[in-house]
């Protein structure tokens, strides 16, 4: 009894020391651990979708004057701000809910539930915003089809592998993974010989700057719809209480797959920017595939849109429910919202009811909106730039008013400038979105505001997790 004793104490000392205890913050360890810091990346590389600027490229041509590459640049320099601050605080707080658990700990518990609930609005979106990307393509690949079919055939499987669990999806995500990689090796190839062969005006700057047409607005117009395609990295931290390691490998891992992800949209973006010089006729929703077809013919073409359905409809949207499900799962277990989203499976341990309401709450979403697909882009990015602001605002109040890390220049970079500059950026970006979406996430904000007083008795009470606990 007393070596199983000290075996069990040891197992539990090496879990602390690796980030994997839970209990320091109010949980148990009920989802099951087995992703390492490469399944991490590559889940994020997938949630985020290497080729995800293909389906959007078009809009973000005729807003950026056919300087798409530039956008996706200035995005990644802007959302790396936020990046750093979700490294900071998930090496703080390895758990599962991601900007929810790290507002409620780094502020207030009722200031996490509002930053959890403005992030739910691009979460509970986004799987239904990718589901019409893939039943417009259906559409578009086999004429006469049914959207709907298209709909319901990848949101039953998506759902069913999320139930399942990490397992399953780790071996789907690796297969799809080198299909896009091999995808857009083929179409930079294809195009750079058509560049290279007189095509178009050949290799040129265009695509990257313009003189005198970058003003601030085109700036903050671009990323507000190029910021969808890097929504991924924050749904990585959501998987915390399944990796091995947490403290080390989703700060690591957020920081690789961003990484990856910029140099692959602007190789792409690049040639197919190039391939149509005159922007301005780009269509917006089939733009990309329209360089698809000038630099490989109608074969390669519905090669590309086959490429897109699957790593849209299986492996992004099901890294997109399964990021979803985790952050229903985490304010479910904590009271704020019905604690029926916090049930896990007995079997697969995973947030098997979250993961049905997800799939249902889906395609409710999609098939009455497969023609508002870029209002519903801005929705989403609504929800998640502004939660972005509040885990920014978060890194400053936790470590350098309340830990009071600001002793040495790099405290006071990492934990006062480098999040104010995000928060700066974020603000800014805001005025780019349209006149509707302000009234979509406004009347969101307000419904959450109700529903936190509700919950919190006027907001007096705090989740369980939080009592006789220091956050």
Not at 187 to 192: E, N, P, Q, W
Request: proline content about 4%; aromatic content about 12%.
């Amino acid at each position: 009894m007393e070596e199983k004793k000290s075996s069990a104490t040891s197992t539990q000392a090496v879990g602390a020391a690796r980030g994997e205890n839970i209990e320091q913050f109010g949980y148990k360890q009920e989802l099951r651990r087995g992703m390492g810091l490469w399944d991490v990346v590559l889940y994020g590389v997938l949630f985020m979708v290497i080729i995800a600027p293909q389906s959007i490229f078009g809009a973000i041509q005729q807003n950026s004057h056919g300087m798409t590459p530039l956008v996706y640049i200035i995005g990644f320099i802007a959302i790396l701000f936020t990046a750093m601050s979700y490294m900071r605080m998930s090496k703080r707080f390895p758990i599962a809910g991601s900007v929810y658990s790290y507002v409620q700990r780094g502020i207030n518990p009722h200031v996490g539930f509002i930053a959890g609930w403005l992030i739910l609005l691009d979460y509970i979106l986004v799987p239904g915003l990718l589901i019409v990307m893939v039943m417009n393509w259906g559409v578009a690949l086999v004429p006469g089809s049914p959207a709907w079919l298209w709909g319901v055939v990848f949101i039953a499987f998506n759902t069913f592998a999320n139930i399942r669990g990490i397992q399953m999806s780790r071996g789907v995500d690796w297969v799809i993974f080198v299909v896009e990689i091999l995808a857009v090796i083929a179409f930079v190839a294809l195009g750079s010989m058509f560049l290279m062969n007189g095509g178009a005006n050949g290799f040129t700057m265009a695509p990257i700057y313009q003189p005198g047409e970058v003003d601030a607005h085109f700036v903050a117009a671009g990323i507000s719809i190029a910021a969808l395609s890097f929504l991924g990295f924050d749904g990585m931290s959501t998987l915390a209480e399944e990796t091995h390691e947490p403290e080390k490998n989703i700060g690591r891992g957020i920081l690789i797959a961003l990484s990856i992800i910029i140099v692959v949209f602007v190789a792409q973006t690049y040639i197919a920017a190039a391939v149509q010089p005159d922007w301005a006729s780009t269509d917006p929703d089939m733009g990309f595939f329209d360089s698809v077809m000038i630099v490989g013919g109608e074969p390669f073409y519905k090669i590309m849109l086959v490429v897109n359905i699957v790593a849209v409809g299986i492996a992004n949207i099901m890294n997109a429910q399964m990021a979803s499900s985790r952050l229903l799962y985490s304010m479910g277990r904590d009271g704020v919202i019905p604690r029926v989203f916090g049930k896990v499976h007995p079997k697969y341990q995973t947030p098997w009811f979250s993961a049905v309401f997800l799939g249902v709450v889906t395609l409710c979403l999609a098939l009455p909106l497969m023609d508002r697909m870029s209002d519903l882009a801005e929705f989403v990015n609504f929800g998640a730039l502004s939660s972005f602001i509040l885990i920014n605002i978060a890194v400053i109040v936790f470590f350098f008013v309340r830990e009071k890390q600001r002793k040495t220049f790099g405290d006071v970079m990492k934990y006062l400038i480098c999040p104010a500059i995000g928060i700066a950026i974020l603000v800014y970006v805001f005025t780019g979105f349209a006149f509707m979406t302000y009234v979509v996430g406004i009347a969101w904000l307000v419904i959450g505001l109700i529903i936190g007083a509700i919950k919190s008795k006027g907001y007096k009470e705090v989740p369980d997790a939080f009592k006789n606990l220091e956050v």
